[in-house]
């Protein structure tokens, strides 16, 4: 997901300074010549294909009936029976899919929120305050941004285990509240763009330190909150592993784990791929949606958190 | 992670079972013993069974319907291999397991000698049960121990030949039953530009079943130690039938469970399809073009008149290690799988073909099939149950089997190595696999 939009975007990036280039070549004499720009846009086409081809294909074999799927020509539409598709897919097992749906929403949307919020207001802590151990502090949570959480998701159901709190929405949603990637880009962040002298003067104000940050620190840092919410929205979305082990209870499945188990049942009910194919073409447009709409905070979000 | 913790501990202690059940003195693991401790627990009592079957539920409606003081309450995941069995691990450590788990059968022996199943042999009614199941799966949820039951069998697959009856009549080939006919039907086909089957590189279970068939054992076990022979003289007869078909082009290669292999059966380019009972519905969904032209014969023997067959699938219900009410959940899981009423709720949702002798009088079985051309094709599969050797023993990490070989398999079906090369070095990396996990193996 994150190349298939990063790429266009680059693209963009890429093309406004290259027009900019060319246009003062007649004074400057620098011109970037006509191969190597075909060559660029030649890669840049071959990436796009590379990452949309598969989302054609999946939009096309959702719009296709049981018996097109099979004999009918992989990436082009045959009788278009997308709606009636959905109409069966939500019609399945009591519209189990649309409870995925909202799971996974809500796993990656409050959670998502919550490890932002949280992240904030460590990574502001960490960035403003000094107190005794912070770097070491700070250390540890950089730590953590190496350790891929597949690895933790074991550890943790035994930690679950014991307060017997596995196979409840807890054991998916607490993990997700902890971003150490978010605490790291807000501490640079915070350290960069919320000056020392605004906060002076929010004290002297008379402001608590929790209303300084709430209404003067977090507007400061608003790019990079929502690069961090982004971030994390998709790895929770994007969170298989985790569901897998410690969920058993289909009605707290995210969809990732819901199609997955749908996907393990193809050899005893074979009919039942189709709608694991429509199923995928719904699970990736909330994330589309998500991008298109913040994509223009994030992009300026990463660009600021990478130069300062 | 956890396995292998859980593997070294219970590897010693199951393997000194299987050594010492026949003279169990007790200790923790009493219920061994016949007059055993497996009685009724006091009022009603909740259990939970993980299933990855679709549509389970209906079936255990009807029984929480039947039994106000056990009720069960289902969990669900993904297939075995697919995650369960490892979630399944990862609970006994933790100890929260499910009272019942779904339970392949090849997947029984990884779960015995870690010591993950409870011995229900006391259990009221479940050594009587035995005439009840067709006698191969017996042996396999008993390990040929006295006095255990360490599950129930739920559904199986024997095998047979699906093929195509408009071709062969039409190009006025005899439909072969014996595999040197098969063969020979084989060039005929590729003559007329048709494949007689797909070489299913990756189905290392499928091939099992051929080999199965031809009276191979790839593992056995004699209370003290397991035995590895993944290349005896009838698997070693099996690939190199198959290795020569590869060879001289006579089979498609196609990787199996793709579109492309779908395509290939539904254009008419593969005309025979040597699978297990569930595989009818998998060609009627893959292959919709090609109604009404199908039938089942049984398998192609090794010698003429013979009849065996193999079996490729199934599973069976297991009392997990641990659970506190193993009496309630033995009697669940004997009712799940012998009770008409049962089976044919899982079979309508799950198209499952019972393990119990009765089962396969169902009346949905009685039916003939419309895309078999009205043939009652369960009647073959029927014979084919009956048919199955009761002596093949799985070993206990046919995971790691199924890999290995399947990585020389689809080097074999490019030209690289062969069938045989590919199940030698799967013999030695699976004794490697054995001795990592503390598992006594004969050299």
């Known amino acids: 997901m994150t190349a298939t939009t990063a790429s266009p975007r680059s693209a963009n990036a890429v093309t406004p300074r290259r027009a900019r280039g060319s246009g003062s070549s007649q004074h400057s004499g620098i011109r970037e010549s006509a191969v190597s720009r075909t060559i660029a846009m030649a890669v840049m086409v071959v990436a796009t294909l590379y990452f949309l081809t598969p989302i054609w294909w999946l939009f096309v074999a959702s719009s296709k009936t049981r018996a097109d799927f099979t004999t009918t020509a992989p990436l082009w539409f045959a009788d278009f029976a997308l709606f009636e598709n959905i109409a069966a897919l939500f019609d399945y097992r009591n519209a189990v899919f649309l409870r995925w749906l909202a799971n996974s929403a809500l796993y990656a949307g409050i959670g998502a929120l919550i490890a932002t919020i949280i992240a904030a207001m460590a990574g502001y802590a960490i960035a403003k305050y000094t107190f005794r151990g912070r770097e070491t502090l700070f250390n540890v949570i950089l730590g953590g941004v190496l350790v891929p959480a597949t690895a933790l998701a074991l550890p943790l159901f035994l930690l679950f285990s014991q307060v017997g709190a596995t196979n409840t929405i807890w054991a998916v949603f607490l993990p997700s509240l902890v971003s150490p990637f978010g605490v790291y880009l807000s501490r640079i962040y915070a350290a960069a763009s919320v000056p020392d002298e605004i906060i002076e003067a929010a004290r002297i104000d008379g402001a608590g330190e929790v209303r300084t940050f709430f209404t003067v620190a977090t507007r400061l840092m608003a790019p990079a909150l929502v690069t961090i919410f982004l971030f994390q929205f998709v790895a929770i979305w994007n969170n298989f592993f985790l569901p897998l082990i410690m969920l058993r209870d289909e009605s707290l499945f995210p969809v990732t784990l819901g199609l997955y188990v749908w996907n393990t049942q193809v050899s005893q009910i074979p009919d039942i791929r189709a709608l694991v194919i429509i199923g995928s073409l719904l699970s990736i447009i909330p994330l589309i949606l998500t991008f298109l709409g913040l994509q223009r905070f994030w992009q300026s979000g990463l660009a600021n958190g990478g130069l300062k | ?443």
């Open chain 2, 1 to 443: 992670m956890a396995i292998s913790t859980v593997a070294r501990v219970g590897a010693m202690a199951a393997l000194t079972a299987l050594a010492l059940t026949a003279c169990s003195t007790g200790g923790s693991e009493a219920p061994g013993a016949a007059g055993g401790d497996c009685a009724p627990s006091d009022g009603p009592v909740t259990l939970t069974f993980t299933s990855w079957l679709p549509g389970v539920e209906e079936a255990v409606a009807i029984w929480n319907e039947e039994n106000p003081d056990i009720q069960v309450e289902v969990q669900t995941g993904p297939n075995g291999n697919g995650g369960t069995y490892q979630n399944f691990f990862n609970q006994l450590e933790a100890g929260n397991a499910p009272d019942l788990g779904q339970i392949e059968f090849d997947a029984m022996p990884n779960f015995r000698v870690q010591d993950g199943l409870e011995n229900i042999a006391a259990c009221e009614g479940i050594l009587e049960a035995e005439d009840q199941f067709v006698p191969w799966t017996w042996s396999q949820v008993t390990f040929g121990e006295e006095d255990a039951v360490y599950a129930i069998p739920q559904d199986t697959g024997p095998m047979a030949m699906f093929y195509r009856a408009d071709l062969f009549e039409a190009a006025g080939i005899p439909v072969p039953t014996t595999w040197e006919e098969y063969q020979a039907a084989a060039a005929q086909i590729r003559e007329q530009g048709g494949y007689i089957n797909n070489f299913s590189q990756s189905d290392i279970n499928a091939f099992a079943g051929l080999v199965w068939q031809a009276g191979g054992e790839w593992f056995a076990n004699d209370g003290e130690q397991w035995e590895v022979n993944l290349t005896g003289e009838e698997t070693t007869r099996v690939a190199e039938y198959w290795q020569g078909l590869i060879d001289e082009d006579l089979v498609a290669v196609y990787p199996p469970w793709t579109d492309e292999w779908n395509a290939a059966y539904n254009s008419s380019e593969i005309w025979t399809w040597v699978s297990a009972v569930w595989g009818a519905n998998t060609i009627a969904s893959g292959a919709p073009d090609t109604a009404g032209n199908w039938a089942v014969a049984p398998m192609p023997q090794w010698e003429a008149g013979e009849s065996a067959a193999g079996n490729w699938g199934g599973s069976t219900t297991a009392v997990l290690k641990g659970s506190d009410h193993p009496y309630e959940a033995a009697q669940f899981a004997l009712w799940l799988n012998t009770d008409a009423d049962a089976l044919t709720a899982m079979n309508k949702t799950a198209n499952i073909y019972p393990a119990t002798i009765e089962g396969a009088d169902l009346p949905v079985f009685g039916e003939g099939v419309e895309f078999y051309g009205g043939q009652k094709i369960y009647e073959v599969f029927a014979e084919a149950g009956n048919n199955v050797d009761p002596d093949f023993t799985w070993g206990p990490t046919m995971t790691q089997v199924y890999n290995d070989v399947a990585d020389g398999f689809s080097g074999a079906v490019s030209g690289s190595g062969t069938l045989l090369e590919a199940l030698q070095s799967g013999q030695s990396s699976t004794i490697d696999a054995l001795k990592a996990a503390a598992i006594p193996v004969k050299e």
